[in-house]
């Protein structure tokens, strides 16, 4: 067994034409946190592009698995068997379009909720007991004022504007302390932290 580590994926298509795209949040969260740490997601293993860093004073796989949005459970579990790691040692990242864009939601359970990757993991790995990041992506409105319902492949797959995209920025920069938080203070502790709804102006 890989003694404390942990294994942090994010969620996403592979490809230029989606780097940017809604869907492509976990990629993106997960490259910024190697971007911080100076590593580069360059080694293949587990059917994904990975690196091994320090976070938070643990030892982390940082993951990106290649095999498309909706099988990312079979490089998921790979990684994990490889690792001889656990599903509570993983923390997925990953778009939620339920959300808003600028929110940031974590959760140790819960259905995928219509999520294509957080299904295929949840069906690999035989349990929907894992550490979840999800980043709100939003649903936008239609010409006519109506929402966009859940699923929106659309929207999803569409490249994210320039003001959606600073947006994202400062979330993806909380969605790292999210997870340093859950890997020093538990899962618990972190949603405590990082699910609070924020004040509305004139609040404190």
């Known amino acids: ?15 230029i034409e989606y780097q940017f795209t809604p869907h492509n949040a976990g990629f993106l969260a997960v490259d910024r946190i ?8 360059a080694n293949r293993r587990g059917r994904a592009l990975t690196a091994r860093a320090r976070l938070a004073g643990n030892d982390v796989l940082l ?10 459970g079979l490089s998921v ?5 490889e690792l001889q790691l656990a599903p509570e040692d993983l923390i997925v990242l990953y778009d939620e379009l339920a959300f808003p864009l600028g929110t940031l939601q974590l959760t140790e359970r819960r259905s995928a909720n219509g999520h294509n990757g957080a299904k295929s993991i949840s069906a690999t790995l035989g349990t929907d007991v894992w ?10 409105a239609l010409p006519d004022g109506r929402q966009i319902k859940a699923g929106g492949k659309e929207y999803l797959l569409e490249p994210l504007r320039k003001q959606e995209l600073q947006v994202l920025d400062e979330v993806l920069d909380r969605a790292q302390r999210a997870v340093e938080k859950v890997l020093t203070h538990g899962m618990g502790a972190a949603m405590n932290e990082f699910n609070r709804k ?3 102006d004139g609040e404190e």
């Open 1 to 15: 067994m890989t003694q404390g580590m942990k294994l942090i994926v994010g969620l996403g298509n592979p490809g």
């Open 34 to 41: 190697a971007e911080t740490l100076g590593v580069q997601l």
């Open 63 to 72: 993951a990106k698995p290649e095999t498309f949005m909706n099988l990312s």
């Open 77 to 81: 579990a790979a990684l994990l068997q």
């Open 131 to 140: 550490n979840r990041v999800r980043i709100g992506v939003g649903k936008p």
């Open 198 to 200: 924020p004040p509305r």
